[in-house]
């Protein structure tokens, strides 16, 4: 069930320099975004593009007494025109989507096209409309010039390829229709087999197979040596292009960030996630607190609450949105506690749903006694019963010989070639800096040792405060005996009080509330059937079992909230998060990556892999 954040409370935080300030009265003071001017502009540009492309394509778009003229006049620029409005009207087709995020650089190519598309409706169709339809759109643009502000995104060259896939694909298809559209023009009958090889020929500026009357045959080259010289060009300018990477973590980044986690660290248990050094971060005017995120398909992702001081927060969220508005990224967080929702929703006028539930054991309270902890005990002591043997420790207590065993094992019992996380994965084990990470092994010596002698499991924790852990990542060796997660779970809690731990942090609950009122007594049609949903995603992405693998400890349960700007924004932000947490790959494969870093998965997605076998 989601549950709506109200963000109007009265008064407002207090800064780090002891201003009162409420984010409502003061998005309220600046005024609304300025999102239908580039929005109107985008639309008129995917109809000018659509034009442009139409009148390139379709013969019925090119009937016009002057045209008849020009065609037979010496050095006709006719077919070039086409090939021009054409090409023009991809491009525009392609910046649409730039010009609504306010991009600059949109901005800048689409006026430069525009004339261009003028320029070829008036050569080849002399059309009066359509070259005042071109001109005005450039007039808008040029009009509101000051609305088109936002800087790049990201990049990398896989842009380069996946433009050489699409644009070529589309190519293709629309290199066909060219192909077929002059039906009483062709020379006999081509089957489409040889209409496909006139466009593959034509793409790459040689005759087909295909021949029309009079000069129909130079239009359609022209526009297909077009269309395959637009394909080249761009995805030879993505290639070469500079890259604008994306933004990680500077050694002075990380150590502000220490800093505030050692005063303020206790608050919240995804904070020392914040480390991952594949996030960016902007602090607050003072510095006493700080927003971590990445940025991922256009969306500024924030993890966790904010860093540091509370009273400082506001003014690292007012940075953070400066940030993805200089960008036009579209703000989200993702699994933010109670408190930081609170903050967020009051000071962004953003809203929030319930997305979750963290389990979280306090230690003093935990015990295998007892009915409700049968099934666990009984596994813990059959486990125990077949020789496995466990060890709790820091690791600064490590050797460097068996932390390097350990690092191996991990990454060689992962599992997929994706490595997932983002919220709850620090995505490294045994960086020097991470000496107060817990780390729980199984043993189990057998007859013939294996790549890691008695190594069968592990689980890694980072820290939470002076008094907390938080699991990060569980991994197994596929042949050691099911329920090794379980028990490297009680060998921690038993041994946290002797490591001066008392709450112990363990995997997110997708949809936790849904699911456990939905199977009580008295649920209602709509509360059942949406667990109903819930269980059938399950057999995907294991939401169900996820649930009762973390009930198993009797835990505490802890809210987390996604934090969103409108209704419509939710399906990007979870496509995007799904991407963060590894779930959807959008990348290079493996062999075909250099210096990529390496990602942990976080440990309720490793527990996915686990939970079966449990």
Known sequence: ???????????????????????????????????????????????????????????????????????????????????????????????????????????????????VGAVAQFGYRHSVIGVVISLALLALLLRHRSEFTALPDPRSRWRALANFVLLGAGSIALGLVIVSIHPGKVVGDPSITDRLEHVLYG???????????????????????????????????????????????????????????????????????????????????????????????????????????????????????DEAKAHSWTPAVMGCSETGG??????????????????VVDVVDFSLSGRAMRNVRQMVKRIERNGYETRVRRIRDLGAQELAKIQRAADDWRGTDTERGFSMALGRIGDPNDGDCLIATAHKADEEPGSYGDLKAVLHFVPWGKDGVSLDLMRRDRSADPGMNELLIVAA??????????????????????????????AGPVLRAWRGLLVFLS???????????????????????????????????????????????????????RGTPQ????????????????
């Open 1 to 115: 069930m989601s549950v709506r954040i109200d963000g109007e409370k009265s008064g407002g935080v207090p800064d780090s320099e002891g201003r009162h300030r409420d984010g409502r009265l003061r998005r309220i003071l600046r005024g609304p975004r300025p999102e239908a001017v580039p929005t109107l502009v985008a639309r008129a540009c995917t109809l000018v593009g659509l034009l442009n492309v139409a009148a390139g394509v379709f013969p019925r778009f090119r009937h016009s007494r002057m045209h008849a003229i020009a065609e037979v006049l010496p050095g006709a620029l006719g077919p070039f025109a086409a090939a021009m409005a054409l090409s023009s009207g991809i491009l525009l087709l392609l910046l649409a989507h730039g010009l609504r995020r306010h991009k600059r650089r949109a901005w800048r190519a689409a006026t430069v096209l525009l004339p």
């Open 203 to 321: 793409l790459f500026g040689f005759e087909g197979p295909v021949d029309y009357y009079g000069r129909t045959s130079w239009t359609v080259g022209f526009s297909l040596g077009a269309l395959g010289m637009l394909t080249a060009l761009t995805t030879i300018y993505l290639a070469f292009r500079p890259e604008h990477p994306i933004a990680r973590l500077t050694e002075d980044d990380e150590t502000k960030l220490r800093a505030l986690l050692d005063k303020h660290g206790g608050r919240d248990s995804l904070g020392h996630f914040a480390l991952r050094r594949d996030k960016a971060v902007v602090f607050s005017p003072s510095g006493k607190a700080a927003v971590t995120y990445r940025v991922v398909s256009g969306v500024m992702l924030a993890s966790g609450d904010p860093i540091g001081d509370v009273e400082a927060w506001p003014g690292a969220i007012e940075r953070f949105m």
């Open 342 to 359: 609170e903050v967020w929703t009051r000071e962004t006028g953003l809203d929030a749903l319930e997305l979750g539930d963290e389990a």
């Open 493 to 522: 809690l038993q041994a946290a009080p002797k490591l001066g731990i008392a709450r112990v942090s363990l995997n997110f609950a997708m949809f936790r509330a849904a699911l456990a009122r939905g199977e009580k007594i008295g």
């Open 539 to 593: 057999r995907w992405f294991q939401i169900e079992s996820l649930y009762k693998f973390n009930a198993k400890f009797r835990p505490r349960w802890e809210p987390r909230f996604v934090v969103y700007r409108s209704s419509k924004d939710l399906p990007r932000i979870g496509f995007a998060a799904m991407q963060a947490e590894g779930f959807v790959t959008l990348a290079l494969p493996r062999f075909l990556r």
């Open 599 to 614: 990602r942990r998965p976080c440990p309720h997605q490793a527990a996915e892999r686990e939970v079966q076998a449990a």
